[in-house]
């Protein structure tokens, strides 16, 4: 269970924040009420249907859509070749419908809309598409050598033309400063972000030719965007776009993007007329949905003597796939902890992202910090006993520092390393267990991430609207997405606590493009970082505006009021005092008078990253620490989870009961991510596409993550907290990789770390031995 | 999920009337948990579906004269609460304990986990070690094939068509037999075994074991009795080093398969590993543990 | 097969309420629940069995709605989630639980989550967490890491909870 630290700053008295306060949206949750995109329902809406290609690199020679459009209950049929041209990613190279040629096995071909999804189901069917197969590439490594076949003829190459490079310090002098040097390469799977709701979209045009799009985005204004852009290729680029959020069904970086059957389902609407619904089954949701990037890393890393780091040097080949997605992007997230992950003076990374006929992949929680912590991470123990250091502790001599600025220009301000460095070492009783080589082991492993935003984008602000009507209540029309993390009610949290209201008074909506401002997104665990502190500025003006009024009508100066328990309060006169709904209604109904309606735009101080992919791009960065005690069944090569703990300095816990639920839930998709999950693909065709045979882990294979608060009360947080939405999946692998080496002596250099690999391993180190 | 019509005869004479009058082009449907996900995969594509659930009997369980009868529509729920079955057969409950999920415990069944005959059913072993008899009519009436003639291959039994399997008899096993069953998978719940080992011993006064059977899921297009390492167990002590070479002479009966899942390599170390851990784990069931040396 | 309609006439006891309707034979529990009733509790998340986002009970038994011929519950007693709060609106004991103690997160598996627990709970009154782990396996959640559903479950148990966190 939680324990939290006593914080360096010591905190005033709360009434909302820190307190285990339930999801707001949880009563409806539990009574099955909530609207996801499955459960929307329009007038005459027809429903959507996707043909796949059925090779993963092949000329569409023809496509006949005529049986399938005399299909009665048929109302529109759409290909590449009747339709404009629309091209989705960041560099747009994937066209929704496919023209000429096919890059993988999912990609979209032809599309249908039907008065029922049996009648769209049945007339994908009966369109013939004719295909003349192409020599296809699979391996990253192939796809570079001269000769593979070229994914996309136009770029010239497989190798995306993405700036990939850092350099910090001389790595070469780094390499000479080190008595000792670790050289090992390292492979991460393709898995995927199994949100229990499927992907799917409604689209409707109203009378005029305005076009709403109903969506489980994370991202509900770059959509909006993106929609817009699309909007002009159907000839109708003065329309409007409007983005309404549904309930989203678990996002973890799956809906960062926009996909092209979001633009499909746009297009059979336009066509047809009518509301058109497109949802994924599971097995569309495995096999379309892009997923994490493989990646293999070659690292290596020095220290001294004394067991200070010297220098760092990695090169990666990231398998991309067919199209660009934000995958193509993890790189840019891979330098933080390959540069400020301990103190390390001289890094080397170069990463390149190949195109291959695989299916592609995108965000997924974490944003390519697991690959590279894993190599990191895993490296730092063989690096750590060949000095002759204990684990911990050589992590503790180049551990990270409060005010330090790291070789990639980030300001850390708040940094609980340390702190948690030291609770997982008594957690783990590390003295202890650690060496014992007797089957079980221990293993730890830290972490940073951005918690204070990520200027990916230019602007890497949210807005807020905050309207207290007259009963003192509050309408806080946030533009942040929850996706069930609970920022809808941290949110809320922090207007109360501000506002001196209840929680309950707060309504938070986060739902229309129409109504909010501009919000990059949920992502880069800024939420609540970033869209606190917007509610938190909003709440602000607020306050000041109704502490102005409740000064004329208390006779007290401004300075002496506080608002708390629904009322304002004088500290000096207790007699004067008045209830808040009693005082804003007598702002309102006045000559002049008014409503209290505030808006804010927090943009955090941030930089984006220059052209040596360098500047302080996050406000405040989250450190972490994750320890694992497991048994490995030496003849099975099973490996038994005894204790897992994750220490996370969180700046403040807003919501301690929130928090666990990121650690606990983090935790769970990372030992996921370390022993079951890979998506398995042969010749680019994805086999294990269902939950039997893609494995999450069940409720027995889930042991109880220990979970420890750490409070270091950032300086630029909202009430000092940071974000914490993906780095507790980040640790997982290399601590339990760790472990399983002190367990029994066998490192695992490749995820997931499956009995076969252990068993594999076990009888090349007797064969060794002997 | 594409169309057919459904039947609920109300007697096993009008069920087999049914499979007879529509041929290939019907499917019996017990629980329909493996049966409706091929359906909707149309991996399997039937007109019609006959439904066992109304056809009296077919739940029924007792144990009488020494032998465990159990209808093919018991389901896997029925066993795994059954206390009778635990004492008796507790290479059974094991089976079952861990089989999908309590969801699918409550509808799936016995007889449809049989005769789907997927080389993963995890009944299939207990059964075979038990030696289990099955009653199947059909139009030409009742028969009893034996489980060691059940399974002809992956999807395929020994049931002609418009047979129905009806019962399944278990004879009890020897006075102080013990029995486990193993299932080795990736997940603790809500998986499929990559390697399934039953075995069942009959020690003789803890020295020497009098009979054994070996039966293997997985290991093999079809569930199969390892019965060159049942006859190397038998008649010798009942010792871990004996039971380690009964595991190595099981993987030369054995002809694994290599897949996404797993390999064969993997599948035939587990087989030496697993078949002493089995039968440790059973002998512990009846108090006993290896013989020394 | 041809298109004509094979629909049967079914009646059985939904959420407490004798109901008659006809059915396609085709047509699953789940979708019979969700489109012909409103009923969207009930998720389908996989469609084949394996995430349990579409719980329902049957005569008391948790089952997957996915894989269960809607045709197949003539004459027998359906529960799904809507059934279990009261007429206005006063959660269940187990729902509040999950509210309390933050075993909700997206949401999608909850109503699945639920059921499966009204029937473990109704098995058992108080069972111990190896119990609950295993009884509630078929039930798949993405967000949480499964604890605080444990906890819940446990705190809406005959036996309470021994957690002491407050609200």
Known sequence: MAKVFEPTIKAMEFINIGKRVPKLDAWDKVQGKTMYIHDVKLPRMLHGKILWSKYPHARIVSIDTSKAEQLPGVRAVITGYNTPEIRCGFIKDNPVLKKDKVRQYRDEVAAVAADTLEIAEKAVKLIDVAYEELPAVFDPEEAMQEGAPLIHEDKGSNVLKLPWKMICGDVEEGRKQADYIVEETFRLPFVTHCCLGTSGCVAQFDAKGNLTVYSPTQIRFLAHKDFQEAMKALGLKDKTVKVIQTAIGGGFGSKLDTYPFEFITIMLAYYSGRAVKLVYTREEEFFASPGRQPVRAKISQGCTREGKLTFRDIEMILDNGAYTSWGATTPSVMMMPISSLYQVPNIRYVAKCVHTNNIYSTAMRGYGNPQATFAIESQIDTLAEKAGFDPWQFRMINRNRPGEVTPQKFEITSCGMKECLEAVKEKLQWDEKRGKSNGRGVGIASLIHVGGGARIYKSDGCGTILKLDDFGKASLLSSASDMGQGSDTILAMIVAEELGLNVEDVTVIMKDTDLEIWDAGAHASRSTFVAGNSALYAARKAKEEILEFAATMLKEPKENLYLRDRKVFSCNNPEATMDIDKLLRAAHFRTNGRQIVVSEFYDPPTVMLDREMKGNFSAAYTYGVHGVEVEVDQETGQIKILKYIIAMDVGRALNPMAVEGQLEGGGAMGLGYSLMEELHLEKGKLLNGNFLDYKILTFPDMPNIDSVIVETIDEKGPFGAKGIGEPPLVGSAPAIANAVWDAVGVRIRSLPITPEKIVAALEEKQRSNS | ?293 | ?167
């Not at chain 2, 057919?4 to 019996?28: C, M, Q, R, V």
């Not at chain 2, 029995?179 to 080992?197: E, N, Q, W």
């Open chain 3, 1 to 167: 097969m041809d298109e004509r309609v094979m629909a049967m006439k079914i009646s059985f006891n939904l959420n407490g309420e004798d109901v008659s309707i006809n059915i396609d034979d085709h047509i699953t529990l789940l979708e019979m629940l969700r489109d012909s009733f409103e009923l969207y509790g009930a998720k389908e998340g996989c469609g084949y069995g394996e995430c349990g986002s579409c719980t329902v009970i049957v005569d008391d038994m948790a089952i997957n709605s996915c894989l269960m011929l809607a045709v197949s519950v003539n004459g027998r007693t359906v529960v799904t989630v809507e059934g279990l709060a009261g007429p206005r609106g006063e959660l269940d004991p187990l729902q509040q639980a999950f509210v309390d103690r933050g075993a909700v997160q997206c949401g999608f598996c909850t109503p699945g989550m639920i059921m499966s627990a009204k029937a473990l709970l109704k098995e058992k009154s108080n069972p111990g967490e190896e119990e609950i782990r295993k009884g509630m396996a078929g039930n798949l959640c993405r967000c949480t890491g499964y604890s605080k559903i444990v906890e819940a479950i446990k705190c809406a148990s005959e036996g309470g909870c021994s957690c002491g966190k407050g609200f």
């Open chain 2, 1 to 293: 999920m594409r169309r057919f019509t459904y039947h609920e005869p109300d007697s096993l004479t009008g069920a087999i009337a049914l499979l007879e009058e529509n041929g290939a082009k019907a499917k019996l449907l017990a629980g329909g948990t493996d049966l409706i996900i091929e359906i909707k995969q149309e991996a399997k594509t039937p007109d019609h579906l006959v439904s066992l659930r109304s056809v009296p009997g077919l739940q029924d369980m007792e144990y009488s004269n020494r032998e465990l009868s159990f209808g093919a529509m018991v389901t896997h729920r029925m066993i795994e609460k059954s206390e009778l079955i635990r004492e008796k057969f507790s290479l059974l409950s094991d089976a079952v304990d861990n089989l999908g999920s309590v969801q699918v415990r409550n509808v799936a069944t016995i007889g449809g986990n049989l005769c789907s005959a997927a080389p993963s059913a995890d009944t299939a072993a207990p059964v075979m070690a038990l030696q289990a008899t099955l009653v199947v009519k059909g139009p030409a009436g009742e028969r009893r094939i034996p489980i060691e003639d059940f399974f002809k291959g992956p999807g395929k039994t020994a049931l002609e068509p418009a047979e129905i399997l009806c019962c399944i008899s278990i004879p009890a096993l020897p006075e102080g037999a013990a029995s486990c069953y193993i299932k080795h998978a990736r997940r603790k719940a809500m998986d499929l075994p990559l390697l399934g080992i039953a075995v069942i011993i009959v020690p003789d006064d803890n020295i020497v074991c009098r009979e054994a059977r070996i039966a293997l899921t997985l290991a093999g297009p079809i569930p199969f009795r390892a019965t060159k390492a049942e006859a190397f167990v038998t008649g010798k002590p009942l010792s871990r080093q004996i039971w380690e070479q009964a595991g190595e002479i099981a993987v030369s009966e054995s002809n694994p398969r290599t897949s996404f899942r797993t390999t064969a390599e993997y599948r035939k170390k587990m087989i030496c590993a697993l078949i002493p851990r089995a039968a440790e784990v059973a002998l512990q069931r009846i108090n006993r543990a290896w013989m020394k040396g």
